[in-house]
């Protein structure tokens, strides 16, 4: 639980257009995330988050807890294109952008587009394959685009990745580097349900799957819709200054090495507005931001290795700067 900074006397408001609709429509996506994903209400929220966001998103944990679970979920709860990629250590990057292939009936090569050209792409185990097929996806990532011999492919809008991952611990894993990190906008941890929910879990997948009967409530032009209505919403000059402040106390704290990016702010903004809409808010509030830093920056930041013997992690360290940081 995280210390709340002092607010501003006052927050400005400014209706968004539709908002009750927004939230009614985000509110709709989350219900069949839910329940899916049983007793991890807020993994369930922050991946629906990290859609209205526009943003990637990793998901971390031991085998077996529902990492791929809860990416199907959400892409079965949008009636939108979507690519699966099974990443193992003899993929190759073309198995994941596409190539040129000659067709001789017209004496042409022929590009084919691989399954990063969808809606909402779902990585399993992204860090079983090597660090070169892993950076196949950051100009898709962030560009929104992908370049083969030398031509540029367009990737349609939405686009998001949601990737998975086991503990880099784990034998046969290769740590994501810091740029490919970066571009995910948060990182989640599933866990493991409590006794009421796990057993629920048990009745519920006795006979069939729960995604079996998932249906989707919008379709990828609505969501669209919903993610240009959303980055409208308001957010004070305050609260700007506020993750401007956050993100440069990082860059200075002794126990950071590598503090947020510039993007990693952009991020935790955009998320927050995604926040608010599904609360049914107009406006962004401190707490939108407190309540997504340790997700959407934890993952980024390098400790320094006498940090990492002290046993601190990049959640504590967030902490005690959310703790030090005032809303001006």
Same mark, same amino acid.
């Given at each position: 639980m995280?210390? &709340?900074?002092?607010?501003?006397? %006052?927050?400005?408001?400014?209706?968004?257009?539709?908002?009750?609709?927004?939230?009614?429509?985000?509110?709709?996506?989350?219900?069949?995330?839910?329940?899916?994903?049983?007793?991890r209400?807020?993994?369930?929220?922050?991946?629906?988050?990290?859609?209205?966001?526009? =943003?990637?998103?990793?998901?971390?944990?031991?085998?077996?807890?529902?990492? &791929?679970?809860?990416a199907?979920?959400? @892409?079965?709860?949008?009636?939108?294109?979507?690519?699966?990629?099974?990443?193992?250590?003899?993929?190759?990057?073309?198995? /994941?952008?596409?190539?040129?292939?000659?067709?001789?009936?017209?004496?042409?090569?022929?590009?084919?587009p691989?399954?990063?050209f %969808?809606?909402?792409?779902?990585?399993?185990? $992204?860090?079983?394959?090597? *660090?070169?097929?892993? !950076?196949?996806?950051?100009?898709?990532?962030?560009?929104?685009?992908?370049?083969?011999d030398?031509?540029?492919?367009?990737?349609?809008?939405?686009?998001i990745?949601? %990737?998975?991952?086991?503990?880099?611990?784990?034998?046969? &894993?290769?740590?994501?580097?810091?740029?490919?990190?970066?571009r995910?906008?948060?990182?989640?941890?599933v =866990?493991?349900?409590?006794?009421?929910?796990?057993? @629920?879990?048990?009745?519920?997948?006795?006979?069939s799957?729960?995604?079996? =009967?998932?249906?989707?409530?919008?379709? %990828?032009?609505?969501?669209?819709?919903?993610?240009?209505? /959303?980055?409208?919403?308001?957010?004070?000059p305050?609260?700007?200054?506020?993750?401007?402040?956050?993100?440069?106390?990082t860059? =200075?704290?002794?126990?950071?090495?590598?503090?947020?990016? *510039?993007?990693?702010? $952009?991020?935790?903004?955009?998320? @927050?507005?995604?926040?608010?809409?599904?609360?049914?808010?107009?406006?962004?509030? *401190?707490?939108?931001?407190?309540?997504?830093?340790?997700?959407t920056? !934890?993952?980024r930041l390098?400790?320094?290795? !006498? @940090?990492?013997?002290?046993?601190?992690?990049?959640? &504590?360290?967030l902490d005690?700067?959310?703790?030090?940081?005032?809303?001006?």
């Amino acid at each position: 639980m995280t210390t &709340t900074a002092p607010l501003a006397p %006052a927050w400005p408001r400014r209706l968004a257009p539709k908002n009750s609709e927004v939230r009614q429509r985000a509110q709709a996506i989350l219900e069949r995330v839910a329940s899916v994903v049983r007793g991890r209400p807020e993994a369930a929220r922050l991946a629906v988050v990290a859609l209205l966001a526009e =943003g990637h998103l990793l998901i971390e944990d031991v085998p077996g807890v529902g990492k &791929t679970t809860l990416a199907k979920a959400l @892409a079965a709860s949008i009636a939108a294109t979507t690519g699966r990629i099974q990443f193992t250590p003899d993929l190759m990057p073309s198995d /994941i952008i596409g190539s040129h292939v000659y067709r001789a009936d017209t004496s042409d090569f022929e590009f084919i587009p691989g399954p990063v050209f %969808a809606h909402l792409v779902i990585g399993d185990e $992204i860090n079983r394959a090597s *660090p070169k097929t892993q !950076s196949a996806l950051l100009e898709a990532m962030q560009e929104g685009h992908v370049t083969v011999d030398g031509k540029t492919y367009p990737l349609p809008r939405p686009f998001i990745v949601v %990737a998975t991952q086991n503990p880099v611990e784990m034998e046969g &894993t290769y740590a994501l580097p810091e740029a490919q990190r970066d571009r995910f906008m948060a990182r989640v941890a599933v =866990g493991y349900p409590d006794l009421a929910h796990e057993i @629920a879990l048990l009745d519920a997948q006795e006979v069939s799957d729960p995604l079996d =009967g998932l249906t989707p409530v919008l379709s %990828a032009a609505e969501v669209l819709g919903l993610i240009t209505s /959303i980055r409208g919403l308001y957010a004070a000059p305050a609260i700007k200054r506020y993750i401007a402040d956050l993100a440069r106390a990082t860059r =200075g704290a002794p126990p950071i090495a590598l503090g947020a990016s *510039p993007r990693a702010a $952009i991020q935790l903004l955009r998320a @927050a507005k995604a926040a608010a809409a599904l609360d049914g808010r107009e406006h962004v509030l *401190p707490d939108d931001v407190q309540r997504l830093l340790p997700a959407t920056w !934890s993952h980024r930041l390098v400790l320094t290795r !006498s @940090a990492r013997a002290q046993g601190q992690t990049a959640e &504590t360290v967030l902490d005690e700067l959310m703790r030090r940081v005032p809303v001006r």
